[in-house]
């Protein structure tokens, strides 16, 4: 039998370090309720990283939230909506989850690439 995951190994798309940040919120010295992204480091995933295709943007973007990237991590969902991954310089905020088939095999996140989240 053919290793499936051979398929998806090409220079520059294999598998990365996601460190996972937490949302939780806050009340600012203003009293307006703001969004802060926290983690320690030692909750991470590995994942694939991907730019989004035409259709992933048309179906899974938000209002405020346009998907950029996807990443394909093997497993159950580590991550959950809202949370931020951290891969180097590099911040993604999640915006959806597909539990591929719920069966546990693998997970897809569809995230914005973020530059003001670091």
Known sequence: MINAKMMYIRPGNLLRE???????????NT???????SGDGTETL??????ASDEDRTNHSQKDH?????????GNPKAKRTDK???GERAFYIVDIDDVGALGISTIYYAEERRDLK
């Open 85 to 87: 991954l951290v891969c």
């Open 66 to 74: 346009i998907v950029t990237h996807t990443i394909v991590q093997p």
């Open 46 to 51: 590995k994942g694939c990283l991907a730019e």
């Open 31 to 37: 009293g307006r309720v703001a969004n802060s992204h």
């Open 18 to 28: 996601f460190v996972i940040e937490s949302n939780r919120q806050i009340v600012t």
